[in-house]
């Protein structure tokens, strides 16, 4: 007879790319009574936060805490920049870069889309000719999504650096590392971003809520041209405040603010470049194994040159509908939860049930992923989905090597 015993109690692993796992450390800074906001504790830790929110990002500049998800620090982005009228260039590859040229649309902006589809990064050669082309200088920024979420495509920002500048051509660069933040390599001064947008849910490890606009002495040169600035989204104030209610436009996200600080803690204590490497390892022992499984014929990653894969999320796809059918097992039975497919697909169709992602980004750690690796290889068993054997042995012989390295 078949055993159905339950395996599900015990703690459960949410591995979503976003909202991440998060430290006990940030969850036990969050557990306290509010604060005073007008004096005292609070507004004397604050004061400590864009220093070290710039050594994350990798830059001296500017940075401005908003009260949001990412999508309000996509329109605080564009709000600060861009004027009615203005264009904006909108490489694609995948759903969020579609996602924030929506938004500048609907702030009045002209997005010129530059689609690349769900499987390959920007070409920067087209990129450049048509900056090139644009000799009346219509286009003012180029907005850049890094690690693309729904497909786990990285684009390099260096290079979209590198393309503007071959095109002479004086758009700002804007870059979105809502996923990419703490997990994979970013320098915003060193790359020449001018703007750069996250949130605190992914790599920062601190419950959604709260988001970052940082930018540099380009862009706030743009910003003081523009007329008019949304009051509540104008950087000038939060990045600069006299007082302490401006740094947030009001009340400020108190119990957000202690995770955070617990959080960047945690990062500098591990030391930036070592998050990166462990980011890396760990997305390679991911890998390792999902090229075992998919001798099976099943599965597939949807990046296929591992140089343009995120080290946060892996974006996977099975026969429609077991993608959908691993996760819901995964969940019932082992208490792990995996991450939907994202624009791969559209929703309330059969395949869309032919696509997941895996989120290793921010707290997690080696134990973590072979836990996920070897949940989903129970899984496919489970469920007689056709795979490779060896997908554990293979991960681990990654995490073994690069300690023995
Ligand atoms: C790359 C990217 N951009 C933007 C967003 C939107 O952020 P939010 O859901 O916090 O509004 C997300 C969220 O997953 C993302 O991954």
């Given at each position: 007879?078949?055993?159905?015993?339950?395996?599900?109690?015990?703690?459960?692993?949410?591995?979503?790319?976003?909202?991440?796992?998060?430290?006990?450390?940030?969850?036990?800074?969050?557990?306290?009574?509010?604060?005073?906001?007008?004096?005292?504790?609070?507004?004397?830790?604050?004061?400590?936060?864009?220093?070290?929110?710039?050594?994350?990002?990798?830059?001296?500049?500017?940075?401005?805490?908003?009260?949001?998800?990412g999508?309000?620090a996509w329109?605080?982005a564009?709000?600060?920049?861009?004027?009615?009228?203005?264009?904006?260039?909108?490489?694609?590859?995948?759903?969020f870069a579609?996602g924030w040229?929506?938004?500048?649309?609907?702030?009045?902006?002209?997005?010129?889309?530059?689609?690349?589809?769900?499987?390959?990064?920007?070409?920067?050669?087209?990129?450049?000719?048509?900056?090139?082309?644009?000799?009346?200088?219509?286009?003012?920024?180029?907005l850049g999504v890094h690690v693309d979420?729904?497909?786990?495509?990285?684009?390099?920002?260096?290079?979209?650096?590198?393309?503007?500048?071959?095109?002479?051509?004086?758009?700002?660069?804007m870059a979105d590392c809502i996923a990419s933040?703490?997990?994979?390599?970013?320098?915003?001064?060193?790359?020449?971003?001018?703007?750069m947008v996250t949130?605190?849910?992914?790599?920062?490890?601190?419950?959604?809520?709260?988001?970052?606009?940082?930018?540099?002495?380009?862009?706030?040169?743009?910003?003081?041209?523009?007329?008019?600035?949304?009051?509540?989204?104008?950087?000038?104030?939060?990045?600069?405040?006299?007082?302490?209610?401006?740094?947030?436009?009001?009340?400020?996200?108190?119990?957000?603010?202690?995770?955070?600080?617990?959080?960047?803690?945690?990062?500098?204590?591990?030391?930036?470049?070592?998050?990166?490497?462990?980011?890396?390892?760990?997305?390679?022992?991911?890998?390792?194994?999902?090229?075992?499984?998919?001798?099976?014929?099943?599965?597939?990653?949807?990046?296929?040159?591992?140089?343009?894969?995120?080290?946060?999320?892996?974006?996977?796809?099975?026969?429609?509908?077991?993608?959908?059918?691993?996760?819901?097992?995964?969940?019932?039975?082992?208490?792990?939860?995996?991450?939907?497919?994202?624009?791969?697909?559209?929703?309330?169709?059969?395949?869309?049930?032919?696509?997941?992602?895996?989120?290793?980004?921010?707290?997690?750690?080696?134990?973590?992923?072979?836990?996920?690796?070897?949940?989903?290889?129970?899984?496919?068993?489970?469920?007689?989905?056709?795979?490779?054997?060896?997908?554990?042995?293979?991960?681990?012989?990654?995490?073994?090597?690069?300690?023995?390295?």
């Amino acid at each position: 007879m078949r055993d159905s015993v339950k395996l599900s109690a015990g703690r459960s692993y949410l591995a979503i790319p976003g909202p991440s796992v998060m430290p006990d450390q940030v969850l036990q800074a969050m557990h306290r009574a509010s604060p005073n906001i007008y004096a005292g504790e609070l507004v004397e830790m604050t004061d400590t936060l864009p220093e070290d929110l710039r050594r994350v990002a990798r830059t001296k500049h500017h940075v401005a805490i908003y009260i949001s998800n990412g999508h309000g620090a996509w329109e605080a982005a564009l709000s600060n920049t861009l004027k009615e009228g203005d264009t904006v260039l909108v490489p694609a590859s995948g759903s969020f870069a579609f996602g924030w040229g929506e938004m500048a649309a609907a702030l009045g902006v002209t997005i010129e889309l530059m689609d690349f589809g769900r499987q390959s990064p920007f070409d920067m050669a087209r990129i450049s000719e048509r900056l090139k082309a644009d000799t009346s200088h219509q286009i003012k920024a180029v907005l850049g999504v890094h690690v693309d979420t729904s497909t786990s495509i990285r684009n390099d920002l260096n290079a979209l650096r590198a393309a503007i500048d071959a095109a002479d051509h004086p758009a700002l660069l804007m870059a979105d590392c809502i996923a990419s933040l703490g997990c994979d390599r970013f320098e915003m001064d060193d790359w020449g971003v001018d703007v750069m947008v996250t949130g605190c849910q992914k790599g920062l490890m601190v419950p959604a809520g709260i988001s970052f606009v940082f930018f540099n002495d380009k862009a706030a040169a743009v910003r003081a041209t523009l007329t008019r600035v949304s009051r509540y989204w104008d950087w000038v104030p939060r990045a600069n405040p006299e007082w302490f209610y401006q740094y947030f436009g009001g009340t400020a996200p108190t119990h957000h603010l202690y995770g955070l600080r617990a959080a960047l803690d945690l990062i500098h204590a591990e030391g930036i470049e070592q998050v990166w490497s462990r980011h890396a390892t760990l997305a390679r022992a991911i890998w390792a194994a999902c090229d075992q499984w998919s001798e099976g014929g099943a599965l597939a990653m949807n990046v296929a040159d591992p140089s343009l894969r995120s080290h946060a999320v892996t974006a996977l796809r099975l026969p429609s509908p077991r993608a959908t059918d691993l996760r819901g097992w995964l969940e019932e039975n082992l208490g792990l939860t995996l991450g939907i497919g994202l624009g791969m697909a559209p929703p309330n169709t059969p395949e869309w049930h032919g696509f997941f992602r895996l989120g290793h980004m921010g707290h997690v750690n080696g134990h973590m992923i072979l836990g996920l690796l070897g949940g989903i290889d129970t899984g496919l068993k489970a469920l007689n989905i056709p795979h490779g054997a060896g997908a554990l042995e293979a991960a681990s012989k990654v995490l073994a090597g690069a300690q023995s390295a």
